[in-house]
C-alpha cells in the first residue's frame, strides 16, 4: 500500500489536566468540540495530514494525560517529538504556574531544539480570566516559544480561525 504522505511529523500536547488539550485536538482533527469533561488516561493520538508548500504532511498528535500519576508514561513520548505544545488554562492560574515544571521537563527528556509553543487555551472565557495575555507572551518569550492564545469552544486560532494571530494548529 502506497504512503499517502510525505512527511510524518510527531507532535506532543502537554499541560495540567483539564485545561482543554482533548477538545484542541479533536477540534483540529475533527472540527468537533464537546464541553463535557472527560480525562485522558495515559496517552491517546489523532492524524491529520496537511498540504504545507505542496507537501504532505501527515501530523501524528499525542494528547496526554495531565495527572501526575500518568506523567512517567508521558515523559517516554517526549524523545520521539518533533514538536511540543503546551497548554495552560486562561482562568487557571496554577495551570499557568505548572508550565514552568512542564517546560523543565520537556528540557529534560525531548530532542535538543525541540520545536515548542506556549497555548493559552479557553479564550472564549475573557470574562473569568487568571493569567493575563501579557503574561502567556512573556513566559514563552522567556524560553524562545511562539505563543498563541485559543478557544476550541468558538474555533479561535484553530485552523485558520477567527481570532487574531496565526493558529499555532
Same mark, same amino acid.
Given at each position: ?22 477538545? $484542541? ?6 472540527? %468537533? &468540540? ?6 485522558? /488516561?495515559? *496517552?491517546?493520538? !489523532? ?52 508550565? $514552568? ?6 528540557? %529534560? &527528556? ?6 515548542? /509553543?506556549? *497555548?493559552?487555551? !479557553? ?47
Amino acid at each position: 500500500m502506497a504512503k499517502q504522505y510525505d512527511v510524518l511529523v510527531r507532535l506532543l500536547i502537554l499541560g495540567d489536566s483539564g485545561v482543554g488539550k482533548t477538545c $484542541l485536538l479533536c477540534k483540529f482533527t475533527d472540527n %468537533e &468540540f464537546n464541553s463535557s469533561h472527560i480525562s485522558t /488516561i495515559g *496517552v491517546d493520538f !489523532k492524524m491529520r495530514t496537511l498540504q504545507v508548500d505542496g507537501i504532505k504532511v501527515r501530523l501524528q498528535i499525542w494528547d496526554t494525560a495531565g495527572q501526575e500519576r500518568y506523567q512517567t508514561i508521558t515523559k517516554q513520548y517526549y524523545r520521539r517529538s518533533q514538536g511540543i505544545i503546551l497548554v495552560y488554562d486562561i482562568t487557571s492560574s496554577s495551570s499557568f504556574q505548572h508550565i $514552568l515544571k512542564w517546560a523543565s521537563d520537556v528540557d %529534560e &527528556f525531548a530532542p535538543d531544539k525541540v520545536q515548542r /509553543i506556549l *497555548v493559552g487555551n !479557553k479564550a472564549d472565557e475573557e470574562q473569568m480570566r487568571k493569567v493575563p495575555k501579557e503574561q502567556g507572551s512573556k513566559l514563552a518569550k522567556t524560553y524562545g516559544m511562539e505563543f498563541f492564545e485559543t478557544s476550541a469552544c468558538t474555533n479561535c486560532n484553530i485552523n485558520e480561525g477567527n481570532c487574531s494571530g496565526s493558529p499555532p494548529f
